[in-house]
T-cell receptor, first 118, second 112 residues
Framework: DAGVIQSPRHEVTEMGQEVTLRCKPI?????LFWYRQTMMQGLELLVY????????DSGMPKDRFSAKMPNASFSTLKIQPSEPRDSAVYFC????????????????FGEGSWLTVV | DQQVKQNSPSLSVQEGRISILNCDYT??????FLWYKKYPAEGPTFLIS?????DKNEDGRFTVFLNKSAKHLSLHIVPSQPGDSAVYFC???????????FGTGTRLKVLA
């Protein structure tokens, strides 16, 4: 089975440019998460969706970040304008809805998009 | 406000010995906890989890212990192997939400 697919894997851009990160969740998964990994904060949750609707975006800087999920198999995270402090690895993850038991509570991560803003 | 804390950024252990990774949390509403392992240039992968109704869960060489009164969990790896060298993240979530809060990670190095 295909896992969570992210693109691009690496992106180098100049400050002020727009950056779009893309994610295809695992087929059938209802929940999609965007995380950012930094040295200081570890894995920070930026936003998550349930059935394409935003459930919580309290971790996302609203002035420059936006996240969309136009259909069940695609999501984007956009940064406009980008700044050097946005340099990080951005992970997309997904999980299926499942009653609370030991098998269905894990989330599955993609390999990440490495963003460098110069 | 870091609700899930991993206070040790790194840990080195000899091969064959026990590795103990620690995690503290502040929100008493958390009722499910997970550990993830991350190798360089890869996404985190699920390792083991525990519900708040238990105080221990074991899977092969990996055991997670939960102390609710202390709001503390730990991951024990016995015996440690060089392939266990990675960054380990603990995460927490609670009923009614699917919001997973991760810690800052601990880099484990197992020395051969």
């Amino acid at each position: 089975d295909a896992g969570v697919i992210q693109s691009p894997r690496h992106e180098v851009t100049e400050m002020g440019q727009e950056v779009t990160l893309r994610c295809k969740p695992i087929s059938g998964h209802d929940y999609l998460f965007w995380y950012r990994q930094t040295m200081m904060q570890g894995l920070e949750l930026l936003v998550y969706f349930n059935n394409k609707a935003v459930m919580d975006d309290s971790g996302m800087p609203k002035d420059r970040f936006s996240a969309k999920m136009p259909n069940a198999s695609f999501s984007t995270l956009k940064i406009q304008p980008s700044e050097p402090r946005d340099s990080a690895v951005y992970f997309c993850a997904s999980r299926s809805w499942h009653p609370r038991d030991n098998s269905g509570n894990t989330i599955y991560f993609g390999e990440g998009s490495w963003l460098t803003v110069v | 406000d870091q609700q899930v804390k991993q206070n040790s950024p790194s840990l080195s252990v000899q091969e064959g010995r026990i590795s103990i990774l620690n995690c503290d949390y502040t929100n008493s509403m958390f009722d499910y906890f997970l550990w993830y392992k991350k190798y360089p240039a890869e996404g985190p992968t699920f390792l083991i989890s525990i519900s708040s109704i238990k105080d221990k869960n074991e899977d092969g060489r990996f055991t997670v212990f939960l102390n609710k009164s202390a709001k503390h969990l730990s991951l024990h790896i016995v015996p440690s192997q060089p392939g266990d060298s990675a960054v380990y993240f603990c995460a927490a979530t609670f009923s009614g939400t699917y919001k997973y809060i991760f810690g800052t990670g601990t880099r484990l190095k197992v020395l051969a």
